[in-house]
């Protein structure tokens, strides 16, 4: 056991340190070109999919360097790339299920944001319960016939594909019916729909499918092998990036400690209010292991171990934990957390951030609702705790029928 | 960055879980609740002849390093062992080598270390507190030696140890200069030692009464009137000792507590399917989980003298603290009626667990010791 950075990591930290403070933009990204510009420099310099294979466009980076430049890019307050979810998800998709043809249509065009990509699991009526999904996708010669419709799907509206779960076997027991299906998101017959999220701004969509045709070489892997994809490639996505959430929580609360400087609670700095000093003591003490269980988890990802169920604990972990900490920030700031416009800037996280805007204390207590909901809820984590991790008996289920075979509890990685 | 233990860590482990589970069984632990040393003075020597004491090899330690130690005591904590290992050890070898004192060390270290000498920490005397302000137990000059008058509390195994090294203070200040560090044979005229009833009966503890005990002035231990940082060091290892510790206990109960919800049935199914007992058990997991990497962590950076190792010990008390309690509280919970009688031993690991909550540190002062830490910029990296 050896908890320090080698020197070749620290070296590598000064490298990045250094091409961030040259290069992260000095205004803010306003239009979708200048995000793509930024995203665009940020693959040029290696720091985009940089855990993947050479051959598919990433850098064979250790998972200690991917999670230094995660931490690195928040503590320079870089604006985040694009496609997140796309390179954590489709890519490892289709680096283990897709055609050679797919691998070079697609990977180099969404690494660097040429296309952007959204992720179409998520229904009305199936959303912890994914594989009891209703869109239909029917082979008709070489083509697919999309009907039905996803709903909570992040940036569908500025995307250029999606990754689509959708029953194909209709007569199968319900795992075993579903295909996994790349779809143009220009194609006719689509309908996106934003929808306002509580945070004022609008990034998760509704999308309908009228008569969506989508040629046949777009399945990913085999016919009705969709839920077996989607539950091995879900989870890839988890684990190595906590320190990064780390990195931002850091930053609110080292910001948080700022303020409480100069904002007077009961006649005194509110830094001085041994009530106040607790709950900072507590909650800093609560991040700091955050980032020990981090730097476990990536030390398991340095030897070659796949964190597998576990990375549930990591979830749980920190989405439940952002909510502490977004709940104490608001406790201490009293009104001037929840306040967006006229708020003094010495009192503020970023200075002249609007509604519905990423900045501000408020925005940020806001999504950290989302957190335990989306990538499978709380709930669905325990379930995955207690019945993969600690071997628990599974619960009684009315949908149980015998030819099923997968896992019954999404370990989704929606965004 | 490497978190897992190494291949030697892994073996100490292995050595004293078997060497635990085969000569410590949960009988002998019981048995230990009704004697008055509280400990059985063979088991203990072999224990330590274990060889994987922290101390130099010239006093006949293993130069074993708190990640060790922690490993040593988390195996402990899953027993509870009864017996003075923490206070021989871990106090009172604490404080001797953070005083540097190299005659004091190899006066007493090679007896510990061949397990022929049991020591302690006698600290607490009123109220609680964890600072020099808290000493009052007075120390003067008396021809060629030194005199000690005062109180001390909740000593570990004060009554069945050999040598307990007393924090005292010369002069009437509240600061931490003037605190001295002085050792005290059992049976010093002088000394009264009132054992103490406590709620966890594996845990001796007594009450130290000095009046007008005379030492020689040899039984100084680092210079008069600057002890102060070898305590606050040996307080602070301590503190990481005790979060170990309550680690296994807390792990020992979760395990318990899964075991027996894959076999208990209610309502025609086992109670772990019940989801409010799985969803329990995942949560116990979690905080399980995370004081494993809170202690490990501390350890190392105690090791490494990390610049945040005070911080980093302050968390993991704090944060070991609360997991303890709900974790082995909760396994109560699950358990059901079985789990409140005596005879069922899940309340051994509540109560070791509960008696260090309060020791070395509760979570509100490491809470606020953590923001102190954190305002003076005393985090990773910052050295
Ligand atoms: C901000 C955001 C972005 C998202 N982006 C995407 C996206 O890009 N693509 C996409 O496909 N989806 C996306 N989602 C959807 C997300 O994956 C779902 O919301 C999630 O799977 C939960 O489904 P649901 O909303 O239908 O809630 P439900 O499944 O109806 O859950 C409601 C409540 O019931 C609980 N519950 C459900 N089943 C169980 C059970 N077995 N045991 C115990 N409790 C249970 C849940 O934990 C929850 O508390 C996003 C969601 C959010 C909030």
Known sequence: MDLSYTAEDQAFRQRVRAWLAENVPRQKLITMEEKKAWHRKLYDAGFIGMGLPREYGGRDARPMEQAIVGEEMVRAKAPPPLNGLGIAIVIPTLIHHGTEQQKRRFIHKLLTAEELWCQLYSEPNAGSDLASLQCRADL???????????IWTSGAHNADWGLLLARTDRTAPKHDGISCLLVDMHSP???VRTLKQISGSGEFCEVFFTTVRVPRENLVGDLNAGWRIAQTTLSYERGGNTLSRYARMLQQVTRLLEV?????RDGRPAIEDPLVRQKLGQIYAEMEVLRYASLRILSRLERGLRPGPESSLAKLHYSELDKRVQELILDVLGPYGQQVGGLPDELALVPGVDYGEEGSWMYAFLWSRAGTIYAGSSEIQKNIIGERVLGLPKEVRADRVVAQTAGAARGDGAD | MDFEFTEDQVMLRGLVREFLSEQCPVSHVRAMMDDSRGYDRDLYRRLIQLGMLPFPEAYG???????EQAIVLEEMGRIPYPGPYFATVILAGGALMASGDRRTQARYLPDVSNGDLTMSLAFLEGGIAWGPETIRLSLRRDRDGYRLDGIKRFV??????????????????????GISLVAVPAGTPGLAIEPELMMD??????????????????NLVGPEGGAWPAVELALRQAAVGASAEMLGAARKALEMSV?????????????????????????MLELVENAHAAVYYAAWALDARAPDAALAASVAKSTVNVAGRRVCGEAIQVHGGIGFTWEYDLHLYFKRAKHLEPLYGDTEYHRERVLQEVLAGRVAGSA
């Open chain 1, 140 to 150: 008709d010669g070489d083509e697919f016939v999309i009907n039905g419709q996803k």
């Open chain 1, 189 to 191: 017959g689509i309908e």
């Open chain 1, 260 to 264: 409480c400087q100069v904002l007077q």
């Open chain 2, 61 to 67: 330690g293993a130069g074993l390093g708190m990640i």
């Open chain 2, 156 to 177: 570990p195994f004060g009554q069945s140890v050999d040598v307990i090294l007393v924090v005292a203070r010369a002069g009437e200040g509240r600061s931490a200069e």
């Open chain 2, 201 to 218: 009966l594996t845990s001796k503890t007594a009450t130290l009464r000095f009046e007008g005990v005379s030492v020689p002035a040899e």
């Open chain 2, 259 to 283: 075991d027996y919800a894959k076999v208990r049935k209610q309502f025609g199914q086992y109670i772990g399917q019940f989801q409010a007992i799985k969803h329990k058990l995942a949560e």
